[in-house]
């Protein structure tokens, strides 16, 4: 695999952590994985971009064999072109940064992992309408460009949809077909330039067992702990590994 034992097995704790935080907030899997695994220096941010991708495409495939539904075109044709295209110029941007640019590009996502906690965490309460077309667009062209930078579509589209006045299970299913989306499109590109490295493969494969142990575990014997409680330490880790991968940076 071109790594050591050492580090396979803490890039199999950070997946754990990820996806424990994932399981009991709803968000930052990605955001967590590719931040400590590039913080940690266990993966190129362009790896454990792929991984968390490979991730998040098993995932999402269970969950709509398990859990069908009719989708809200009207809300979501703006929210996925503006996501697709977002996801091609992240992969551009991503392509561009990830050579001599390779600092850059750690800082880019230290400062994200930074924003997105800061943004998660002040979110305010819903409001009385829809938000408008516009608005739409540019929560999804923002998903996009990180999903195509780091396969973290979440925190845009996340913080505007809880915003709307909008079920909780309709909301879900939009995040999940956005995130899916992006997510084979990014895969898709991908693979057809070659880069879908061996590593990542490996990993993701060794992954899946640990995403689903951590998923039936938390849900068996959830944390006996308030949800803003537990949205503040997942932040808390956000913060910790933006600041890592900005020092790791410097």
């Known amino acids: 695999m071109g790594m050591q034992w050492g580090s396979f097995a803490m ?3 950070v997946v754990a952590l990820a996806c424990a935080c994932q399981n009991l907030t ?3 899997f990605a955001l967590i994985f590719v931040g400590l695994a590039g913080a940690l220096h266990l993966l190129p941010i ?4 792929n991984v968390a991708g490979l991730l998040s495409l098993v995932n999402g495939v269970v969950y709509l064999r398990s859990h069908p539904f009719t989708p809200r075109w009207d809300l979501l044709k703006p929210m996925l072109i503006s996501s697709q295209i977002g996801v091609l110029v992240g992969l551009g941007l991503l392509q561009l940064l990830s050579g001599d ?3 850059v590009l750690r800082m880019l996502l230290g400062v994200t992992i930074i924003a997105c906690a800061f943004l998660l965490l002040s979110q305010k309460g819903r409001r009385e309408k829809l938000s408008g077309v516009r608005a739409m667009y540019t929560a999804g062209g923002l998903s996009g460009l990180l999903g195509g930078l780091f396969s973290t579509s979440g925190p845009p589209i996340v913080y505007h949809l809880y915003r709307e006045p909008l079920p909780a299970a309709l909301i879900r299913q939009c995040l999940l077909v956005l995130f899916l989306a992006n997510t084979v499109l990014r895969l898709g590109i991908v693979i057809a330039m070659g880069e879908l490295t061996r590593s990542s493969m490996i990993v993701a494969a060794f992954a899946v067992p640990v995403v689903a142990g951590v998923t039936w575990l938390l849900a068996r014997y959830p944390p006996p702990l308030p949800v803003r409680v537990l949205q503040w330490l997942v932040c808390t880790l956000l ?3 933006g600041v890592s991968m900005l020092v790791s940076a410097l």
């Open 26 to 28: 709803g968000f930052a």
């Open 46 to 49: 362009a790896d454990a971009a």
């Open 101 to 103: 640019l390779v600092n």
């Open 11 to 13: 890039l199999l704790v």
């Open 239 to 241: 913060l910790l590994a």
